[in-house]
């Protein structure tokens, strides 16, 4: 009889973690509060019309049939490890071996209402869209762009920068192609002296360059007091006017957690080892953004290296149950990769521990993320074949 392996989460780390298992022989079920997997990296083109809300979803019933895993759509409410069992909204699963991949929850912030994240849930993309019509309809208007941080988990901030730097640019090139570049005032925020420091000092140096060339002004250093509607308020009382506020918060730990018998970090996350396995609990692993990231300072939470964990959490599980030594750690595949893109091109970002370098991809930068859209859409279905190691 095969163990059976449950699997939290539709998102980057819970699928991808689903497929290997899978396609190494395993009994597989996947549980999802949604039935879809959401491509966050090509999101940032709902908003200018570039991609539809489809065009960056999958549907996980298809997935499901592609690669053999059961699917169950519910919400997860209670993790009991102690009992090896987990309560959904309809139902009570138990489990031989748990893999949480459930993602992070947003850090707070007063005011948060009055703002939309590119970040957040899907279909907050297309509100933006909306939003942005309006303003293009007008043909004026103030947007302000940016993101936080979690004191508690710094590893929880870089993943947001990128979409922030992304979706700004891309307006700029937007507004531009629509004669409203003067007309439609862009600035990016955030609390933080030196946002994006994480990605290394030559894309740090760069940031400023790229600001200037895209007409974007910024607001940086001074700790956001509240969000009001229409307005940013810092810590000096100083008020940033804007007609549409795009804040991308800081992670915090995943809610279900607190009612859990997981070990957590003080920021709310599940501490794992370098295997991915839950400390102290048998047969349980982690992966991705709900995990408490333990690595140098610089490490950054991201869709690759949630699939590097749940490739090596596959791994782990499966040579396990065979009864081998053989285990694989995530810690040598840490490193920031960002593909930023400007909408007229991109720039190369790569970080590792002793190197870092920002390329500037005029032009064809734009097309490789486009091409990475269609790749991961199109692997994930077998409709084309996916390349070792991608």
């Keep these: 009889m095969k163990e059976e392996v449950l699997v939290l989460g539709g ?58 895993f059961e699917l169950i759509i519910d919400e997860v409410e209670q993790i009991i490890t102690k009992e090896s069992k987990v309560v959904l909204g309809n139902q009570t ?44 309809k007008k043909g004026q208007g103030k947007i302000a762009i940016g993101f936080g941080s979690n004191p508690n988990d710094p590893s929880a901030t870089a993943v947001r920068g990128g979409p922030a730097f992304e ?15 003067d007309k439609i005032e862009l600035t990016f925020f955030a609390p933080m002296p030196e946002p994006g420091k994480k990605m290394g000092k030559n894309a740090l140096n760069k ?17 956001i007091k509240r969000f009001e509607k229409g307005a940013v308020i810092f810590e ?21 957690m607190e009612k859990s018998d997981l070990p957590l970090s003080e920021a709310g996350f599940i501490k794992i080892d370098d295997r991915c396995k839950v400390e102290g609990i048998d047969q349980v692993y982690a992966v991705g953004d709900i995990t408490d990231l333990n690595g140098p300072k610089w490490a950054a939470k991201q869709g690759h290296i949630a699939e590097v964990m749940a490739d090596v959490t596959a791994y782990n599980i499966h040579h396990r149950i065979k009864g081998s030594e053989k285990r694989k750690t995530y810690h040598n595949h840490l490193n920031i990769v960002c593909v930023m893109d400007s909408g007229d091109g991109a720039a190369f970002v790569y970080r590792k ?25 199109n692997t ?9 190691g991608m």
């Design 380 to 388: 994930k279905l077998k409709k084309i074949p996916r390349v070792p």
């Design 236 to 256: 000096d009382d100083l008020k940033l006017e804007s007609d549409l506020i795009i804040f991308i918060p800081g992670g915090d730990g995943h809610l279900v």
């Design 207 to 223: 940031m400023d360059v790229m600001f200037e060339h895209y007409k974007i002004k910024k607001q940086v250093g001074k700790k």
């Design 11 to 68: 998102g980057f780390s819970g699928v991808e973690s689903a497929i290997k298992l899978s396609g190494l022989g395993h009994k597989v079920t996947l549980v999802s509060n949604r039935n879809y997997l959401f491509i966050y990296p090509i999101s940032i083109w709902i908003p200018i019309k570039k991609k539809t809300f489809n065009d960056v979803s999958i549907p996980l019933e298809k997935l499901s049939k592609k690669h053999g």
């Design 93 to 136: 699963l138990t489990y031989d071996y748990l893999v949480i991949g459930m993602g992070m929850h947003k850090h707070m912030a007063k005011g948060l209402e009055h703002t939309h994240s590119i970040c957040g849930k899907p279909e907050e993309a297309v509100i933006i869209e909306k939003e942005i019509e309006k303003i293009v």
């Design 167 to 181: 979706l700004l640019f891309n307006f700029s090139h937007y507004f531009k192609k629509k004669k409203l570049k």
């Design 353 to 377: 521990a002793d190197f870092d370098i920002i390329l500037p991809l005029p032009i064809v930068g734009h097309w490789l993320k486009q091409a990475w859209g269609f790749y991961y859409k």
